[in-house]
């Protein structure tokens, strides 16, 4: 579980390890689905459907604790409503890159 994930649920399950456990994997699965989502609307060119689900990433984050995943969420929101695909597509890659030490 990444540290940040660990204090921040620790601090509102009070070290509940089970509760812990169920929100951090299911926050895990999330992103994973959500980046897939996410490719797909970015290759579309979708904007509305990528917000969306940078929005439920942001969420999903912050719920979480992961604040770094979620600020960089955020930021994918504005460059989809900016309709900025290279911009996207290089925080999208972040979010990504991120994932992978969930």
């Keep these: 579980m ?3 994930c660990k204090k921040y649920l620790d601090e509102q399950f ?6 812990m456990a169920e929100i951090y994997g299911e926050y895990v699965s999330s992103v994973v689905e959500k980046i897939g989502e996410a490719e797909s609307a970015l290759a579309a060119s979708d904007w509305t459907k990528l917000d969306r689900t940078a ?9 979480a604790g992961d604040q770094e995943m979620a600020d960089t969420a ?7 409503a900016l309709s900025d695909a290279a911009l996207s597509a290089t925080l ?4 990504k890159e991120l994932s992978k030490v969930l």
């Design 14 to 19: 009070g070290g509940d390890a089970d509760i």
């Design 92 to 95: 999208l890659g972040k979010i």
């Design 2 to 4: 990444k540290e940040c």
């Design 74 to 80: 955020i930021s994918l929101r504005k460059s989809a």
């Design 55 to 63: 929005h439920t990433i942001k969420g999903n984050a912050l719920a």
